[in-house]
């Protein structure tokens, strides 16, 4: 049986994560450094708080379970954090990914990491693809500069490994953080008029999609980068558009469109975080689904009622 050790794991994409690889058999041991004692969102019913920056803890861990793989999903994702605390967002994001590919390298483990499209310079007109050029000098904040540090670090020390790029993560209901939940819970508390930029792109990447699509390839032992987003890219405007309808609140609420200046923020943001999955397309195995058809699943499951 696959023994797993998962990183991040009371997060939104662990969430789908854990779910995928308990029911296909796996066995499955997580840690999270701000788990909440007895939250019953999480899918383990033990998870171990230990730090991903702690190389001595972190090395104990693995030594005592004996891993097959290890699933890095530990991050600081929170854009604006990383920019106001630079230090902190390198600890975690460039030297804690450093230290699962240190420990992975000395027992002998593969590893999986999660990274962003926001390693990308966020000027090119169409999708990025894996084969674009990335570079700390060039990623628009320093979330991503981190994060392309941890790409490099695996890829400087380690050769079975697999770096998958998520886009505009959207999932988990509750656990979701960011902008899909965040419009949504406005629509639930009455919001009769929203105003949402137009002028920045990505590609939604839906949890469950994105744990679903994820254990197929790393079965097929093709390692490498892999970019893992939803078909199709949109503004935030047009994302906030689809929710409006899929709340069925169409003719209720109405959305503005406005520009991102307008709206002051500690960290600079691409213009586009759009992405393909090229190298998955190449192997024929993108089997990520529309992202509009998604989102309308997403918001039926967890809002029934809402048509």
């Known amino acids: 049986m696959m023994k797993v050790l998962i990183t991040g794991a009371a997060g939104m994409l662990a969430n789908d ?14 840690e999270d450094i701000s788990l909440i004692k007895g939250d019953r969102r999480c899918r383990l019913a033990d998870i171990k ?8 803890e972190m090395d104990a861990w693995v030594a005592m379970e004996k891993p097959d793989y290890v699933f890095h999903l530990a991050a600081e994702t929170n854009v604006d954090v990383c920019e106001q605390n630079q230090e902190y967002a390198y600890r975690v994001n460039y030297i804690g990914t450093e230290n699962c590919a240190l420990i992975c390298l000395r027992h002998n483990v593969k590893l999986l990491y999660i990274s962003t499209a926001a390693v990308f310079d966020g000027k090119k007109q169409t999708p990025y693809t894996e084969d674009d050029e990335t570079s700390p ?5 320093v979330y991503g500069r981190s994060k392309l540090l941890g790409e490099m670090a695996i890829a400087r020390l380690l050769k079975k490994y697999f770096i ?25 508390s009455g919001a009769k008029e929203l105003r949402v ?16 699509n994820l ?14 987003v939803n078909k199709g890219a ?21 959305v503005f ?13 691409p213009r586009s975080e759009m992405m393909r999955n090229l190298h998955l397309e190449l192997i024929e195995m993108d089997h990520m689904p529309p992202w509009e058809e998604s989102l309308k699943n997403y918001i039926l499951l967890n809002a029934p009622g809402h048509d």
């Open 137 to 141: 000098d060039r990623a628009a904040n």
């Open 164 to 188: 998958v790029r998520a886009g505009w993560l959207m999932g988990g209901w509750e656990l979701d953080k960011k902008f899909v939940y965040n419009i949504i819970n406005q629509l639930r």
């Open 257 to 269: 469109p406005v520009k991102s200046d307008e709206f002051i923020l500690p960290a600079p943001r």
């Open 49 to 56: 708080e230990i730090d991903i920056c702690n190389f001595e």
């Open 215 to 228: 254990l197929p390839l790393l079965a097929s032992e093709r390692y490498g980068i892999y970019n893992m």
């Open 17 to 30: 994560v854990i779910s995928e690889l308990l029911n296909s058999g796996k066995k499955v041991f997580g």
């Open 197 to 212: 930029v137009d002028d920045k792109f990505g590609s939604p990447t839906f949890t469950g999609d994105f744990a679903k």
């Open 234 to 254: 949109a503004s935030r405007y047009e994302i906030a558009l689809k929710i409006v309808e899929f709340m069925g609140c169409e003719g209720k609420v109405r």
